[in-house]
């Protein structure tokens, strides 16, 4: 609603139809989110102010504003956040990752790179603003919007920035699991960050996905068998089933016979548990032994798992003597 007469020449308002190309583009591609000098340059300082006033629109952090005055959406939150920050900045980490696809962690904060020297307000009270030297252009997807830093950067930095080191583990085989990149790619940027938080860790993680453990339980499992001094097993190993499928298998001692798989949650489904019991019958009918594990069980109680391996290992190795 525009201001009648008088009201209306002193806030500046421009006659309608009047809104200019550059200003369309903007609205249109920023969800309706403005830098406040931005909106400045369209209206004038009155006239945006007016509309502040007033209600019509409003301010979420400093110097952006929101052309209108209902809740926002999370892509004008993402839009905020960037905008606050100013030139230079992009989403990163895991908010640039989810944007990429990435599923599984549920993080709702806004994860933030500005230049090292740029001093921001935190421009929303999700957000989580980090100042970088080491940013380059090709680091910045140049097409994406809002912003954001491309798969490998964003997967490194969460990497980085997880609370723990099994959060770290987890988002590396995550990104690479759910193919948003490969891991030699990843491991190629790495390369390239010899300063990142974690370095070493990231890099034996990438490591071991790339020699086929790509679920963190798989990673665990890579770990425990090290930790245990057990022979190291071919991993995603892939066979043919009974009908010709082919199957991959967590796990596997060809010389042995043993096949040892890891299930997540998902495979506590009924459908998923039956397609899992059958494959394991007809290995077994073959001649193969198979263990199973929920990576719980594998994470709380490594002992036993151990343990049991072994023993089907040793049991191997009596069976050839």
């Not at 990149?181 to 390369?191: H, M, N, S, Y």
């Not at 010899?194 to 020699?211: F, Q, S, V, W, Y």
């Not at 298998?249 to 043993?258: F, V």
């Amino acid at each position: 609603m525009r201001p009648p007469g008088r009201l209306a020449r002193l806030a500046g308002m421009p006659p309608s139809g009047t809104t200019p190309q550059w200003i369309s583009r903007l609205l249109r591609e920023q969800c309706g989110v403005l830098t406040q000098a931005a909106a400045n340059d369209w209206l004038g300082q009155a006239a945006v102010r007016w509309r502040l006033d007033t209600g019509r629109w409003q301010r979420p952090c400093h110097g952006v504003v929101v052309t209108h005055s209902g809740p926002l959406t999370s892509a004008q939150r993402l839009w905020a956040a960037v905008l606050a920050c100013g030139r230079g900045a992009a989403l990163a980490g895991l908010t640039a990752a989810r944007l990429d696809g990435l599923a599984g962690f549920p993080d709702e904060r806004i994860y933030l790179l500005v230049p090292a020297h740029r001093r921001v307000r935190s421009p929303l009270p999700e957000a989580v603003v980090r100042r970088t030297r080491a940013m380059g252009t090709g680091d910045v997807h140049p097409v994406r919007r809002p912003p954001r830093t491309r798969a490998a950067r964003s997967l490194l930095d969460a990497a980085a920035w997880m609370a723990t080191e099994d959060g770290a583990r987890a988002v590396l085989a995550a990104g690479v699991q759910q193919r948003l990149i490969r891991a030699e790619d990843l491991a190629k940027a790495l390369a390239g960050r010899p300063n990142l938080p974690r370095h070493a860790l990231i890099g034996a993680t990438l490591a071991d996905i790339a020699g086929g453990a790509e679920a963190l339980s798989e990673l665990d499992f890579l770990r425990l068998v090290r930790r245990f001094r057990i022979p190291e097993p071919d991993r995603q190993v892939v066979r043919l089933d009974a009908a010709g499928r082919r199957r991959w298998l967590d796990a596997c001692w060809e010389q042995a016979r043993l096949i040892v798989e890891i299930d997540g949650l998902w495979h506590m489904e009924a459908t998923a548990w039956w397609a899992d019991m059958r494959r394991d019958n007809e290995f077994t009918a073959g001649g193969w032994r198979v263990l199973r594990f929920p990576a719980f069980v594998q994470r709380e109680q490594p002992e036993l798992v151990a343990a049991q391996i072994m023993a089907a290992l040793a049991l191997a190795r009596q069976a050839d003597t």
